[in-house]
T-cell receptor, first 111, second 111 residues
Framework: SQTIHQWPATLVQPVGSPLSLECTVEGTSNPNLYWYRQAAGRGLQLLFYSVGIGQISSEVPQNLSASRPQDRQFILSSKKLLLSDSGFYLC??????????FGEGSWLTVV | SQQGEEDPQALSIQEGENATMNCSYKTSINNLQWYRQNSGRGLVHLILIRSNEREKHSGRLRVTLDTSKKSSSLLITASRAADTASYFCATGLGGADGLTFGKGTHLIIQP
């Protein structure tokens, strides 16, 4: 069966520091991968998606970047965090383009 | 892009009652899905209804879709305290860019 792992689960980072959130999927090949952000009390905003290694599509201009160095690995990064980057970040995957499966999320607080 | 909006934003009912949540969207869709999110956790897929379907059941869940009105409803029958969560509708065209989520309905089941 397929599983998705996302880490770290929580982190507190100072403004201007770098960020790296990692996500890996097991039990599937060539999945579509996604990073969503959820602000407090809000819906999900799609940040990035990837259909293959090295292929990244960005949905919104922002302070973040994403990379896919391996088929089942998706990384969300920032060189310098802003206060507005605080939120709940969710990695997700799909095979069919229909049902999306989510990781448990990463809580980021920028102070 | 198509976008789901849930109504009401919050709903509080007594255990054993039925809970109904609605979702409206703006453009044509391939399918509509409902997800559940427990506080501080990732989203879990509940049910998918395709654009050519009008009603679908899964356990205590009943979903309807009216493409002429661009709306869907999620009914949870015989609610339980464990059903307390946020519920999101999501729409998609089956493409690589995934799904677009609404802001969710926060459901509270009073024991």
């Amino acid at each position: 069966s397929q599983t998705i792992h996302q880490w770290p689960a929580t982190l507190v980072q100072p403004v201007g520091s770098p960020l790296s959130l990692e996500c890996t999927v097991e039990g599937t090949s060539n999945p579509n991968l996604y990073w969503y952000r959820q602000a407090a009390g809000r819906g999900l905003q799609l940040l990035f998606y990837s259909v293959g290694i090295g292929q990244i599509s960005s949905e919104v201009p922002q302070n973040l970047s994403a990379s896919r160095p391996q088929d089942r690995q998706f990384i969300l990064s920032s060189k310098k965090l802003l206060l507005s980057d605080s939120g709940f970040y969710l990695c997700a995957w799909t095979e069919s383009g229909n049902t999306i499966y989510f990781g448990e999320g990463s809580w980021l607080t920028v102070v | 892009s198509q976008q789901g909006e849930e109504d009401p934003q919050a709903l509080s009912i007594q255990e054993g009652e039925n809970a109904t949540m609605n979702c409206s969207y703006k453009t044509s869709i391939n399918n509509l899905q409902w997800y559940r999110q427990n506080s501080g956790r990732g989203l879990v897929h509940l049910i998918l209804i395709r654009s050519n379907e009008r009603e679908k059941h899964s356990g205590r869940l009943r979903v309807t879709l009216d493409t002429s009105k661009k709306s869907s409803s999620l009914l949870i029958t015989a609610s339980r305290a464990a059903d307390t969560a946020s519920y999101f509708c999501a729409t998609g065209l089956g493409g690589a860019d995934g799904l677009t989520f609404g802001k969710g309905t926060h459901l509270i089941i009073q024991p």
